[in-house]
């Protein structure tokens, strides 16, 4: 774990390439913006590589599931490969869908990614482990979360982030847990998203993906769980906004005071 | 008016299937998720049938509206008779713009809906019924809302729901209206769309279309009024966030306090 | 400097005609709503000559980029100027991005437009002088932002908004100097895309679309100072939130007590 990376990742304010869901986009690009990156949203596959070199880290979700945009995901990843960026990946909704898990695999074999992002349902999906998912949660199945994070890891050769009330990080050897956060992330459609992205923002400043990875997850988790701990009730409506705000200010030392990870 | 279908509802947890209109579809989404219903946004036509078949309802906004789209929302709808899931559908504009209405009447030909959800200018272009519309508003034109709504609900053989400051819901005989709401609903991009799929995720959970379409114009109208009351001021940015925010809390007591419905 | 202009706009509530970024698409919306305008926001080319016409003004902005949404932007441009329509063109990205600049120039070869909405990188790019520009943001190279709008509006025939900390309106002869704003617009991602629209909404009621541009800018720029005033800290979240209660509740008087143009 090393915070000094949110200062670091402020000072430098890397540019942040995401192929996005449609969904979320202006979300993930606000927080970008208030975790102290550039966020830009690529929606069009030409002239995909003067981008990919300008950035420092890509994201790409696949939320984002036309056939145009599976085209553009492989092409920015097959990019940023070629450039030494890396590369996030989030695979929404393969856990709940046989079709996008096809998708997702055939991606992870036209390029390497760095980290993967996803919840409990996704990642058992991508490490062949059965799993009961329903829609875009993350499913009710039982299972030992670190082995199956860790065994995602190992056949996709990359860490991976298995986020939920407490996320589980992992290169495959070692597995890191933080168990800061809040129920309120659930009712935000984005959450994860949002964090899938700023993986990457962390990732551009550091050649430690793993690094990057847990650093994400403590930043977002402590300051989502600072920000519903000031609201004292589950509004989900005033968390998002809240949660943008705090983005941008939340310090290192407001952070280690609450942080809870081993 | 069956209000015990909200506790129902967030009891079940039912997967809302929407295709969305481009403009709304985050604030849609997240409005599923606070009142208690499990959104999935769908852009794809490829795999449709996985979707449907897991869902409990499906809500089809013609917002969306590039060609691909309206296959979309075809198949979508075709499916969702196949496998007897309730299909809501919101005409978007089609009181404004010619080609829109004739989009929409072939949908309705292709297959049968549960429940349309439009303003007055909307619904009268889909009951025959000449109406002075402007843009997305629901225009200006006289005539007898009451009649209107019966006469779009006979002719599409489904429940209408004809949505303003007064809301009509019919069968085509009985006439419900209901009168909560806040003029801050017409200052909120979205609202609509996010009254036609919180109809879908009542819908899910009774075979009642026309009970469900009832329950979810007094619950939105209701949340909305009290909402606005809470605000005491005309801030269309605060609306939204609060109204996220009680949609997720408000009970059927708090409900059941301010109702106005004949 | 035209403030009734304001008064004006929400008295006659016009049409404003958008194909809008992806990324910002229900802020913008909403934006135009809140001010007292009415937003029609398209993403499909088909039957484009129906709502050209019933529109106050056209906002082109070009992060919608895919090669069908470039088809459509200059559809609606080539519409507009035949139906004498006011045209605001948003040229995002222009100055980071070569390809972008290709297209945004051969879209002005093929329609005129009455104002163009762009930051200093984007503004010199069209000018054609140097400038570096990274990602969405506004760059840092060093220039003369006068000159630099001046030659912008005098290449491409219309009224300039270089904006920025202070924003620079040029017909091309004089340049009106707008000092109001605050940084926070820079961390909402779609401050600048609203603020074009914006202007649409202006251009709409007046036929000197100078004028129109000014009071555009003044009206915004002080908005968001009074909220960021309001505020007293840097949360980007909650200045998204009540920009938007700002825009449509706040008064000539209340913008002539801050004002700062010359």
């Known amino acids: 774990m090393k915070l000094s990376l949110l200062n670091e990742l402020r000072a430098q304010n890397p540019i942040v390439l995401n192929v996005s869901n449609f969904v979320t986009v202006q979300d993930v690009a606000n927080g970008i913006n208030a975790i102290g990156a ?10 995909t590589e003067a981008m990919v070199k300008m950035s420092g880290a890509v994201a790409l979700n696949l939320g984002a599931f036309t056939q145009d945009q599976v085209a553009h995901v492989r092409k920015m990843g097959q990019l940023a490969n070629q450039y030494g960026k890396p590369v996030i990946l989030d695979p929404v909704a393969v856990g709940a869908v046989a079709y996008r898990l096809g998708v997702a695999q055939s991606l992870l074999r036209d390029f390497q990614v760095s980290v993967i992002r996803g919840n409990a349902g996704e990642i058992a999906a991508l490490a062949g482990i059965q799993w009961a998912a329903k829609g875009i949660d993350a499913g009710e199945g039982q299972g030992d979360l670190k082995a199956i994070a860790r065994s995602a890891a190992l056949k996709h050769n990359c860490v991976v982030i298995l986020s939920g009330p407490t996320d589980f990080i992992t290169d495959g050897t070692t597995v890191v847990t933080v168990k800061n956060g ?9 959450s994860g998203d949002m964090l899938s992205s700023i993986v990457g923002a962390f990732a551009a400043v550091t050649d430690d993906a793993f690094e990057a990875a847990q650093t994400a997850c403590l930043v977002f988790g402590t300051t989502g769980q600072l920000v519903a701990e000031a609201i004292g009730a589950e509004l989900p409506g005033t968390f998002t906004v809240k949660l943008m705000d705090q ?14 990870y081993e």
Chains 1, 2, 3 share one sequence.
Request: no cysteine; glycine share 4%; proline share 6%.
């Open 247 to 260: 983005l941008h200010l939340v310090t290192t030392q407001e952070i280690e005071a609450v942080a809870d």
């Open 38 to 47: 550039s966020p830009i949203m690529s929606e069009e596959i030409a002239k």
């Open 182 to 190: 809040t129920p309120l992330f659930q009712l935000h459609v984005g």
